[in-house]
């Protein structure tokens, strides 16, 4: 069994006055919970909850940074801060400093505006943006976008621990950061890592994220989706996974009035692919293409011009197939479907 501590720090001073409104329980459950209908990503790891919300979830930049600095000064190795505003502080700039400097590692939700901005601190050069995604891993409207966004995390109807022993679905950005978090220090208590440090395990899971969106870093996705199965897999030969990542519509262009579908097909697993078929169907019939070779990890983009006016509804399928009677590891992540309906004008 799994044996968590849990701290406590109360840093508004309020006593007996301050009462839970959930945000963090289902924060925390995220991270360590035990429950089978609520599982935590780390279940083992220690959390020091440190308060400084009032009773309606409201803070400042001098309590956000007094709390960065409180979970420094306790030992904190990973914060999690699933809160934001519009306004960058130097305040709390001068406590993620404090926090990098210490070897300490923070990740923040990025917002839940959907707004092309993201949200301070996730903002702030040195904290790890989190955006959301849903179970399909498509980017959900709510989340904030921007240069800034690193990786995204499921962030939709997820169970997690409430008060007075309930559980409850939620959603939100903010459900997104810890679930990076708790991935961090999953991987660094993971068999054999030999004590890796924040910063090493966050590098091993942006080894092996799940692309989506574009191809590599996008402002909607960041680098991806977290993978732990690929990162605690990374080095075990004989795993052949071809996935097609992500599929969207490129707007028309002077070569293509139409438009085109854009399909990327990933290699997830650990041996070369070769030979690896790409099916994309469309109501205008079949497009196929092969991709002739594909490293561990690397992504290929397929383009397939788009033979109707996109002003109509599109359904588009694409999928992948391997080649030479080799079995895929994870035949769940061959296909994916979507509708293209344009916007009303």
Known sequence: AFQSKI?????????DQLTQNGHGTAVASLIIGQN??????????????????????????????KGIIAAVDAGAQ????????????????????YARAAGSLIIAASGNNGLNQVSYPAANQGVIAVGAVDALGNH???????????????????????????AASVSGTSFSSPIIAGAIAA??????????TPQQASNL??????????????????????????????????????????????????GNPNGQIEVLVQNRGTELLVNTAVDVTTSGG??????TSLAPNAVQTIRVPISQPTSTTLRYDSRVRLSGGVQDSKPSNNRRIAEYVPPVK
């Open 187 to 196: 991987i660094m208590t993971q068999a054999g890592s030999g004590k890796l």
């Open 7 to 15: 701290s406590s720090l109360d840093l508004l001073g309020l006593g």
């Open 36 to 65: 089978s209908l609520t599982p935590g990503v780390a279940p083992g790891a220690d959390i020091i909850s440190i308060r400084i919300a009032d009773n309606l979830g409201q803070s400042d930049s001098f309590l956000l940074a």
């Open 286 to 291: 079949v497009i196929s293409a092969n991709i």
């Open 205 to 254: 899971l942006f080894s092996y994220l799940n692309d989506a969106g574009e191809a590599g870093t996008d402002s909607q996705y960041g680098a991806g989706t977290p993978d732990i199965g690929r990162v605690l897999n990374g080095k075990t030969r004989g795993i052949y996974d071809a996935a097609v990542a992500s599929q969207r519509i490129v707007p028309p262009s002077p």
């Open 140 to 166: 959900l409207d709510f989340s904030n976008t921007g240069s800034q966004l690193a990786i995204s995390a499921p962030g939709f109807g997820i169970n997690a621990a409430w008060l007075a022993d309930q």
């Open 78 to 97: 990973l914060i999690n801060i699933s809160m934001g505003s519009a306004g960058d502080s130097l305040l709390v700039r001068n406590a993620i400093e």
